[in-house]
């Protein structure tokens, strides 16, 4: 049997388990799939040159087990490109742990596979039709499901390779799939002992590691992307020795292009997961009579939107899936006839909202160790879907096994988007770099030398020789690691005399150097922490007094008691002396070094928000400055008070409350435009839409008679307009911007 006729059975099996009031009906199960869906697009926000419109994947739903809900539901949308790759982690997405459809891997044995061979022009077609007619005829006995020693079926392809199938030996349990052998649109059953998902981890999905063949992807699609995944350079001897060599190699190199586009489309167009029980609304747009086919639009309760085009149907069924689904409620639209049907939207339902203690995705993400590091690698060592990438840092951190690995793409001393070879070429030339500018150093004139030593070399000797003694990297006397810390600093005031040498960027220097354990790379990761980051040690005096403008909003915000308590104190209150210690050496006198680290990486992910140091400082203040308030203590004694802390706080308590605080700012309607930029800077991550509240203005502006940002005080700013080419995409997708752009969900 085909695994298009095994799906279609689970598909009206599921029907009947989900339909109300059918004699099958019954609970659902903790991680069961109910709805999936090849062949839904997104289509990219910065469209690419030389790329289509159109980026084809996998969506599926499954239900989930929520304190608050009873059961949720996770939509996971996942390139075509990446379950071509027979990335694992990628499905992992779409067949949870808790499935019950997941099975243990099984040991096999490989068999070679020959190649298919390429349709003939005009065949192509044919060939898939004959293969459904396969899979829906009575032959169903060339292809069974049988099972294996874990108990879980066994999926072969039913029509393989050339010759009807009988072309050559398949691999036990092997599957390639075209997009017309997985069903369009299907909600999958449970029964895991008659079904397996073609997603799990288990036979089939070791089969897909197994298989030569590309998965979801027409003919065309997975002849490319099987040769540029197998391309390799020729030599120099063999294209000039034979011809057909060259244009051989010409053509793999265009290839190998086109592939190059497809990684950089997916860092626009990554795995797209949410939990539709912490969204704001759904809408579904349909662009057909019969309303199966069209967008849907995912909103979040920060106002951000997500568009997934349904070309090819399934629209209707997914609606049906959120009709049964008890926390979600269809709501009427005014603008909408009660005679058409072209627009349905589900507004969901929770008992309560997530805790206001805790970052609702706190707890979700692991610590990210070396295994984890390398499943963001593709083969090339590009990292994929950096906002992935930052936000599972943000959550959980990094393994300090591997900081010297992940730190300088933190610092952007490597491109996200660079190749392991490139990388290597690029430490080569910024490792000559670093000799020039040293040179410079070491062959100054007496009296630059002189000028040099009483500016910078005489401040930067007497520190060195007292950071961080406790390390073991720096512990001793006579140790070499002193010496290149001392180096590495003397040697940042010569590129950079503006900004020279000032107190505490030793403290900054010597984790960087601790971690990364080299003398050049520590150099321009730390040039990168000073140029790239907002969380730095700066000397300038304008730098300091927009980080604490920026606290005494927040704190006037979300800690208006606290900040009452200020303003009462007058100006020397709201100088905020206390916190002045904790921006300018990043918490690091405040904590010990495993969580004072922990913090740096939470802001260098530069997930949500590019200030997320100020929401430590917040938390800082929430969690141990009760007392101040409820003491009335004066400017000198909360400078005590809070200097008393240092080294008796909870580095992960902070952590947490400050990602609550972050989740709670990004929740308002509206903010002050002294905290504009405050989210300006953020990228949209995996969805369509950057977050960007309403503005109030907050009082006078000194260089202009107006709001800059459109205000009026008490009033909202007007909606920005759509972005160019928003309205190209069709009239439907018109509606949906202008949806988003007059209601804001």
């Not at 997985?182 to 897909?208: H, K």
């Not at 019969?290 to 920060?302: D, K, M, N, P």
């Not at 980080?547 to 020397?572: A, I």
């Amino acid at each position: 049997m085909s695994l298009g006729r095994l799906l279609r059975r689970a598909s009206s099996k599921a029907s009947d388990l989900l339909t109300p009031g059918s004699g099958g009906s019954r609970a659902a199960l903790d991680g069961e799939i109910i709805f999936s869906k090849n062949n839904v697009c997104v289509h990219p926000t910065e469209p690419l040159p030389g790329l289509a419109e159109h980026h084809p994947g996998y969506l599926c739903v499954h239900m989930e087990k929520d304190e608050a809900l009873g059961t949720t539901l996770i939509l996971t949308w996942v390139p075509n490109s990446r379950i071509q790759r027979q990335d694992e982690e990628a499905l992992r997405y779409i067949t949870p742990e808790s499935s019950p459809v997941r099975r243990a891997p099984r040991r096999r044995t490989r068999h070679a596979r020959p190649p298919r061979p390429a349709p003939a022009p005009g065949e192509e077609e044919e060939g898939e039709g004959e293969r459904e007619r396969e899979g829906d005829g009575d032959g169903e006995g060339e292809a069974e499901a049988g099972e294996g020693q874990s108990g879980g079926p066994v999926v072969q392809e039913a029509g393989g390779g050339g010759g009807g199938g009988g072309g050559g030996a398949e691999d036990e349990g092997s599957c390639d799939l075209s997009a017309d052998e997985v069903s369009r649109d299907s909600t999958l059953g449970s029964d895991s002992d008659t079904f397996s998902s073609p997603f799990c981890l288990s036979p089939v999905s070791e089969a897909l590691g197994e298989s030569s063949g590309s998965v979801f992807l027409d003919n065309e699609s997975r002849e490319m992307c099987d040769e540029s995944m197998t391309h390799s350079a020729s030599s120099a001897s063999s294209l000039d020795s034979h011809a057909p060599c060259l244009e051989n190699s010409q053509s793999q190199s265009v290839r190998w292009e086109e592939q190059q586009k497809v990684l950089a489309l997916e860092q626009l167009c990554g795995v797209f997961r949410v939990d539709l029980g912490h969204m704001r609304s759904l809408r579904l747009f349909f662009s057909d009579e019969v309303c199966t086919s069209g967008q849907l639009v995912i909103a979040s309760r920060e106002s951000q939107y997500k568009i997934l085009h349904f070309h090819h149907g399934g629209l209707d069924k997914l609606a049906e899936v959120f009709q049964q689904w008890k926390s979600c409620r269809e709501t009427q639209l005014k603008e909408q006839a009660s005679d058409e049907k072209t627009c349905m939207q589900f507004s969901i339902r929770r008992p309560t909202l997530p805790s206001a203690e805790t970052h609702p995705e706190e707890r979700l993400y692991r610590r990210l160790d070396v295994s984890a590091w390398l499943r963001h690698l593709n083969h090339c060592g590009q990292v994929e879907e950096e906002y992935k990438l930052r936000k599972a840092i943000f959550f959980g951190g990094i393994d300090p096994a591997i900081r010297g690995e992940v730190w300088p793409f933190l610092l952007r001393y490597y491109s996200c988007d660079s190749t392991s070879e490139e990388r290597e070429a690029w430490r080569l030339q910024k490792r000559a770099e670093y000799q020039e500018i040293q040179q410079r150093r070491l062959s100054m004139s007496p009296e630059q030398h002189n000028e040099f030593w009483r500016k910078v070399q005489f401040t930067v000797d007497k520190d060195v020789v007292r950071t961080d003694r406790s390390n073991n990297y720096f512990r001793g006397d006579n140790n070499p690691n002193v010496e290149t810390m001392r180096c590495i600093l003397l040697n940042y005031a010569v590129l950079n005399p503006e900004m020279g040498y000032c107190q505490g960027m030793s403290d900054l220097v010597a984790p960087l150097l601790s971690e990364v354990q080299d003398e050049s790379d520590t150099f321009w990761c730390f040039v990168g922490l000073m140029q790239n980051t907002i969380f730095i040690s700066s000397p300038r005096d304008e730098d300091m007094e927009r980080q604490l403008m920026y606290l005494r909003e927040l704190l006037r915000l979300m800690q208006p008691r606290f900040h009452q308590h200020l303003t009462q104190l007058g100006e020397d209150g709201l100088q905020l002396l206390f916190c002045h210690r904790w921006v300018l050496l990043c918490f690091k006198r405040e904590f010990p070094d495993a969580e004072a680290l922990r913090m740096w990486e939470a802001c260098w992910a530069h997930y949500q928000t590019d200030y997320f140091h100020l929401f430590i400082c917040v938390a800082i203040i929430v969690l141990y400055g009760e007392d101040v308030t409820e003491q009335q203590l004066a400017t000198d004694q909360m400078l005590l008070h809070f200097s008393n802390l240092a080294m008796h706080m909870s580095g992960e308590l902070v952590l947490r409350k400050a990602r609550s605080l972050l989740y709670q700012f990004r929740l308002l309607p509206r903010i002050p435009c002294s905290l504009h930029d405050l989210c300006k800077l953020c990228g949209p991550g995996m969805w369509d839409s950057r977050y960007i509240p309403a503005v109030e203005c907050c009082g006078e502006h000194a260089d202009s008679q107006s709001c800059p940002y459109g205000g009026t005080a008490g009033e909202p700013s007007p909606r920005p307009p759509p972005t160019p080419g928003e309205g190209k995409k069709g009239s439907k997708t018109r509606d949906i911007f202008n949806f988003r752009l007059e209601l804001r969900f």
